[in-house]
C-alpha cells in the first residue's frame, strides 16, 4: 500500500470529521432557536436546587416486630449526610413498665447506633391539661432506659410532646415551661435534651419558644395546597425555619417524581423538619411505596 494512498486516507477522515462538527454546531443551533432558555438550563442542570437542607422527620408508630423498621433502617444508612428525627412511641409514651418489650428493647438501639438519627421518645400532654407530675414520670422512665437496661444505646435524646396547645393561655404556657425544664435538666436525655411540640397547627407564637422544634402543619396533601403551603408559614411571627416541622400525608399516588420533588422543594423552604406520605390510612404505622424516593429527595 503506497504513500499516496495514506495522504488521501488522512485527507478523507478530516473531511469527515469536519462535516462531524459543523453538523453538532447546527444542531447545538437549531436548539437554541427552538428551545426555550429555562429548557436549556434545565437540560444543563440534571437537578436543579432543592432549596436548605432539611432533616426527615419520622413519627415511627410501628410495631417493631423483626424486619418492620428495616425500611428505616435502609435509608438511614443508605444516606448518612441526610438527618433523621425518630419518634419512638411504645405504648401511648413509654409503656407501663420501667422498659419496654423485648422487640423494643432490641431495635431501639439499632436506631441509635446511628450518628445520623436524633431519637426521641413521645410523651401526650392533651392540650396541657394532663396531670404534669404523669407527664413528669414518663420523661423519667423514657430518661432511665439506658441505666435500667445497662445498654447505652436504649436512650431517647430528647421528648416529643403530642397535643400542645394552640391557643394562648398563660396557665398552658406556664405548663409547657416546665415541662421544657424538666426535659433540660433530665440526665439520660442528653446530650440534646430536646424539646418537640406538636400541636398539629400553627400555635401562638409565644409558645414557640418553648420549644426546638414544633410540627406547625399536619395535615393532607390538598390541604398543604389549598393553602398555599410555600407562603402557609410565613405569617409566624419571631419564628424562622429552624423551629418548624411540616407533616404532609395522603399525598396522591400520582404524584412522584417532577412532582413529588416539587413537593419535597416547596416544604423545605418553610420547614426544617419534614415527613411526607402517600398513605392515607394509619399513615404513621407503615412506610409508603415512595418512601425510599422521598428520602433520596431528602439527600439531594
Known amino acids: 500500500m503506497g504513500p499516496g494512498k495514506h ?11 469536519s462535516r462531524v462538527a459543523v453538523a453538532v454546531l447546527v444542531f447545538v443551533a437549531t436548539l437554541a432557536i427552538i428551545l426555550p432558555p429555562a429548557i436549556l438550563v434545565s437540560l444543563r442542570k440534571d437537578n436543579y436546587s432543592m432549596g436548605p437542607k432539611a432533616k426527615v422527620f419520622v413519627p415511627l408508630y410501628v410495631y417493631p416486630t423483626p424486619g418492620a ?18 419518634v419512638v412511641n411504645p405504648g401511648s409514651g413509654p409503656g407501663p413498665s420501667p422498659l419496654p418489650d423485648g422487640n ?8 441509635a447506633a446511628h450518628d445520623n438519627v436524633r431519637l ?15 407527664v413528669r414520670k ?9 441505666t435500667i437496661s445497662g445498654d447505652p444505646n436504649l436512650a431517647v435524646r430528647g421528648i416529643f410532646f403530642d397535643e400542645t396547645p394552640q391557643q394562648y393561655d398563660a396557665g398552658d404556657l406556664v405548663y409547657l415551661e416546665e415541662l421544657t425544664s424538666i426535659v433540660r ?16 397547627a400553627i400555635p401562638d407564637s409565644r409558645y414557640l419558644s418553648t420549644a426546638d422544634s414544633t410540627v406547625v ?4 396533601y390538598d390541604t398543604f395546597q389549598e393553602r398555599d403551603g410555600a407562603k402557609l408559614f410565613e405569617g409566624i411571627p419571631d419564628s424562622d425555619r429552624s423551629q418548624l416541622c411540616a407533616v404532609i400525608h395522603s399525598v396522591p399516588e400520582s404524584v412522584g417524581g417532577s412532582e ?11 420547614a426544617d423538619e419534614i415527613f411526607i406520605t402517600h398513605l392515607s390510612t394509619d399513615y404513621y404505622a407503615s412506610f409508603s411505596g415512595k418512601w425510599k424516593e422521598f428520602v433520596r429527595m431528602m439527600a439531594q
Not at 423498621?69 to 425518630?86: G, Y
Not at 435538666?185 to 398539629?200: C, E, K, M, Q, Y
Not at 402543619?217 to 393532607?220: G, H, L, P
Not at 413529588?260 to 418553610?270: D, K, M, P, S, T
Open 138 to 146: 414518663e420523661i423519667e422512665t423514657y430518661a432511665a432506659w439506658s
Open 217 to 220: 402543619f399536619e395535615a393532607t
Open 7 to 17: 495522504v488521501s486516507d488522512r485527507r478523507c477522515l478530516r473531511s469527515q470529521r
Open 260 to 270: 413529588l420533588r416539587g413537593l419535597v422543594r416547596q416544604a423545605r423552604r418553610i
Open 104 to 111: 423494643y428493647t432490641k431495635e431501639v438501639p439499632k436506631l
Open 69 to 86: 423498621w428495616d425500611p428505616l433502617l435502609n435509608v438511614i444508612s443508605a444516606h448518612p449526610d441526610v438527618n433523621f428525627t425518630v
Open 185 to 200: 435538666r433530665t440526665p439520660g436525655l442528653g446530650p440534646d435534651n430536646f424539646v418537640f411540640h406538636n400541636p398539629g
Open 120 to 134: 426521641l421518645g413521645y410523651v401526650a400532654t392533651t392540650y396541657a391539661k394532663r396531670n404534669i407530675s404523669l
